[in-house]
């Protein structure tokens, strides 16, 4: 297995776009999480899923950002409008019921 | 509420000088806790786990439940240990989240 996958790796966008960040979980494995880092904040949980089903996004700043899992090999991570304060490392990670927890490599988003 | 505490943001210490990078815990059942490194621009990987009670590239950790602490220990610190380390906890009977500390900077001087 690949790991987890995550696209794009860097994104650079203007103030006001839409920014969708994609994650691929390893195969099996049926929770989803999605993380974000930052110097001040460190790993902040935004949301996590369980058989593709959100179970908790209270970590979700806003109502900017939007989160699905429409099946199990695939998630989204959506922002609109971004802002420069969104500008973070995005991580998406799963696992297969309790135990460690495989990251993928991050998307680095940077918000102008 | 479940917590996961680092209280130190950035760590240095000389190679072969001892390193503890400490995590506390509150938490009143009975937890799982782990150690996360995430070195340079790298994805972050599971280092220990306290069940496995393993030594991994010379790192161990004890789970204290007296003190709720589970402080990750290395006897000789190598250049390539410079990285950042994340402590992080799972509640023993949910399986869910896993809660992370805010993390420690560790640098190894040459």
């Known amino acids: 297995d690949a790991g987890v996958i995550q696209s794009p790796r860097h994104e650079v966008t203007e103030m006001g776009q839409e920014v969708t960040l994609r994650c691929k979980p390893i195969?099996?494995?049926?929770?989803l999480f999605w993380y974000r880092q930052t110097m001040m904040r460190g790993l902040e949980l935004l949301i996590y899923?369980?058989?593709?089903?959100?179970?908790?996004d209270s970590g979700m700043p806003e109502d900017r950002f939007s989160a699905k899992m429409p099946n199990a090999s695939f998630s989204t991570l959506k922002i609109q409008p971004s802002e420069p304060r969104d500008s973070a490392v995005y991580f998406c990670?799963?696992?297969?019921?309790?135990?460690?927890?495989?990251f993928g490599e991050g998307s680095r988003l940077t918000v102008l | 509420a479940q917590r996961v505490t680092q209280p130190e943001k950035l760590l240095s210490v000389f190679k072969g000088a001892p390193v503890e990078l400490k995590c506390n815990y509150s938490?009143?059942?009975?937890?799982?806790l782990f150690w996360y490194v995430q070195y340079s621009r790298q994805r972050l990987q599971l280092l220990l786990r306290?069940?496995s009670r393993e030594s991994i590239k010379g790192f161990t950790a004890d789970l204290n439940k007296g003190e709720t602490s589970f402080h990750l220990k290395k006897p000789f610190a190598q250049e390539e240990d410079s990285a950042m380390y994340y402590c992080?906890?799972?509640?023993?009977?949910?399986?869910?989240?896993?809660?992370f500390g805010r993390g420690t900077q560790l640098t190894v001087w040459p």
């Open positions: 992080a906890l799972l509640r023993g009977s949910t399986l869910g989240r896993l809660y």
């Open positions: 899923f369980n058989n593709n089903v959100p179970i908790d």
């Open positions: 306290h069940i």
């Open positions: 990670a799963s696992r297969y019921v309790a135990g460690e927890l495989f």
């Open positions: 195969s099996g494995h049926d929770y």
């Open positions: 938490y009143s059942g009975s937890p799982e």
